[in-house]
């Protein structure tokens, strides 16, 4: 069993942070991947987590919305708190099927696309949407249609992901998280596994996706982009958030002595 | 022999700077080539000749009425153990899967007996359940079955080949979920789906890739293996041969016919399975060509040094 410890009453609803982290600890085995992490996460505002690799900002941004399961602390969603439901000062686990529920008020991008090679795109983008929202079909292929123009692809409609370049496919992997509305969107590194010429369109994707009001936790590398969209940027290392601040301070002019070393090696 | 040339419009044996090109001498193959061919002669010579072959009772038999009604059996036979194997065998693949390790361990102690025990043995073991127990009552109240009208021959040999089959298949099943990319998993997840609709529309669709050419090979194989229940006096295509023989003492030339029948069968099935193949290829950019294209593919290639180039 893991040991979530009641602290405090639930925040309020009204300005309630998208996310909310207090101390969140995980481990894998022996490992602490997170020792305490602490974050706040407003509606509308674009986080960038930075990092080197191994400091936690991937595992972290999965416990978010439960692919990874948190050993201690507290998170919450929206003032859900994350894989429980709150019943007076009892935390009850939640079922597979309300864990399921909550995460498509999630979009996720990850860094290998994870579109379905045996559909097209778009049946990639309305098999959630058909399933678990129970959509009609034409309802959905319609707003498929249309995000698939956003992001540049309505004449791959009909192709096969492995058809696609890795920029196209992530930008249809974007596209399908968004087929389902969600209120928050995280991206594992989702510039990583790319051409380097091939990194512009799809931050170009998520600039305008920024630019929408869409809350974005962002796990990247890219400092560029860090810097021109997000509204905040976090440091982490070995496990905790040492740095939080204005994206043009954190990358410009850090405070900690670990993130002036890892911004300069990076740049 | 004149050597195939560079360019199909230059003249024999020269290309335009005036020198002969002559092509490598392959002896080996040439050699390899003529022993195998003559071989092939005299065998073919002693089928034709060796009136033992007895080829014109198997021109009489292969479309005799109890070797057809042997045939359909054998067919049922296979469709009814394959379908217990491919549904039962899905299940415990599922089941070894499972993250509650009593079912883990039910599904592999199940593999572990049905695959460790001879399937002729397994066949007789149902046959003979009458004995181990004369009333079956599944447990429950009421319910009185006599074991020895329910276990018929045919149910004994479907019982026994489906549930030994089952077996081979939950593992052929479980290299293919095994064999899909996690990421699929963390994607359906990450959208909202449940674990079985996750299972049945995302994971099993691109496991069947995997799945398909082994239990292609399952089928061909159960196809061969039902000739086992001939022990249970079940009148399959091999009993029905045996009969027969058994009456007009023309052994081999039944034989002949029950394995013409077999061949046939499975040549049928190997079509079959290609073009399940082809339908779960589908994604690809490469799908494996059908016949008809290989075909074209052929006669569309001119000379041997333009295979693979421009196609």
Redesign the interface.
Known sequence: MSTVTMTEQEPSTTGTPMVRADRVRKSFGRLEVLKSVDLSVEAGEVVCMIGRSGSGKSTFLRCINHLERIDGGRLWVDGEVVGYRQRGNRLHELRAKEIARRRTEIGMVFQHFNLFPHKTVLENLIEAPRLVLKEPRDVATDRAIDLLGKVGLASKAKAYPRQLSGGQQQRVAIARALCMRPKLMLFDEPTSALDPELIGEVLDVMRDLADTGMTMVVVTHEMGFARDVADRVVFFDEGRIIEDGPAAQVINDPVHERTRAFVKAVR | MSAPTLLPTESEEEVSDGLTVVPQRHWGRLVSALVILAVGVVFARSVVTNERFGWDVVGTYLRDVSIAHGLVITLELTLACMAIGVALGALLAIMRLSVNPVVRSAAYLYVSFFRGTPVLVQLLFWFNLAALYPVISFGLPGVELDANRLITPMTAAILGLGLNQAAYQSEIVRAGILAV?P??Q??S???????L?TMR??VL??AMRVIIPPTGNETIGMLKSTALVSVLAVPDLLYSAQVIYARNFQTIPLLIVASVWYLVVTSVLTVGQFYLERH?A????NLPPTPLQQVRRIFSTHSRLSVGGQR
């Open positions: 990319d990421g699929q963390e994607a997840d990450a959208l909202g789906l449940t674990r609709q529309r995302i669709p691109q779960y589908r994604g690809n950019r």
